[in-house]
């Protein structure tokens, strides 16, 4: 366990399905990150949280919607997703977004999310 | 815009040594280090934050030359352990700015 908890781990929905990601960090960090990570493709940044407000989108269509309640906690609710989305969904969290501060990430072992 | 990575893949002996680089385009801040195993989740290996820092983790190693926006890991007397893909993260001059990975670099140990 690295301290960071995602649920569930493998997800297959339909694309005209809602579902809800959700993680867990018992680090008491204050900064959680959304990534996607596609085969053969860097992982991509999605969404940034920094003392649980919204402070990066990535550019991230609106069928991903982030909602971070508090700092230990992050879901990303997923809507009328297309096939090109499946992927390995992962959290992270570090101790503050960014500078000398800001600290390494720790990840979670990712969602598998597979769209048909 | 990503850092590059290379080489993409390696192959080691154990007990080998190999270097992976990593190249920005833009200035950096910081450069991040980190493994991921199949089926795992990245772990978090070292963070340089000042031209021409080098940190170590264990025998890996790493080094961040500022002024060429470029940093290199260096696996020392590789172990089997060492197996997985190696992916760099770099921070803009900027602080605050996003953590943007490089494509990974894939390393696999033999006995």
């Known amino acids: 366990e690295t301290g960071v908890t995602q649920t569930p781990r493998h997800l297959v929905m339909g694309m005209t399905n809602k579902k809800s990601l959700k993680c867990e960090q018992h680090l008491g960090h204050n900064a959680m990150y959304w990534y996607k990570q596609s085969a053969k493709k860097p992982l991509e940044l999605m969404f940034v949280?920094?003392?649980?407000?919204?402070?990066e989108n990535n550019s991230v269509p609106s069928r991903f919607s982030p909602e971070c309640p508090n700092s230990s906690h992050l879901f990303l609710h997923l809507h009328t997703l297309q096939p090109e989305d499946s992927a390995l969904y992962l959290c992270a969290s570090s101790p503050s977004w960014g500078g000398p501060e800001g600290g390494g990430y720790t990840f979670g072992s990712g969602t598998r999310l597979t769209v048909v | 815009q990503q850092p590059v990575q290379s080489p993409q893949a390696v192959i080691l002996r154990e007990g080998e040594d190999a270097v992976i680089n990593c190249s920005s385009s833009?200035?950096?801040?910081?450069v991040h280090w980190y493994r991921q195993k199949h089926g795992e989740a990245p772990v978090f290996l070292m963070i340089?934050?000042?031209?021409?820092e080098q940190k170590g983790h264990e025998k890996i190693s790493a080094s961040f030359n500022e002024k060429k926006q470029q940093s290199s890991l260096y696996l020392t007397a590789s172990q089997l352990s060492y197996s997985g893909t190696y992916f760099c993260g770099t921070e803009g001059r900027a602080a605050g700015n996003k953590l943007t990975f490089g494509g990974g670099t894939r390393v696999l140990v033999k006995p």
């Open positions: 949280y920094n003392f649980k407000e919204q402070t």
């Open positions: 340089l934050l000042k031209g021409g």
């Open positions: 833009k200035a950096l801040y910081s």
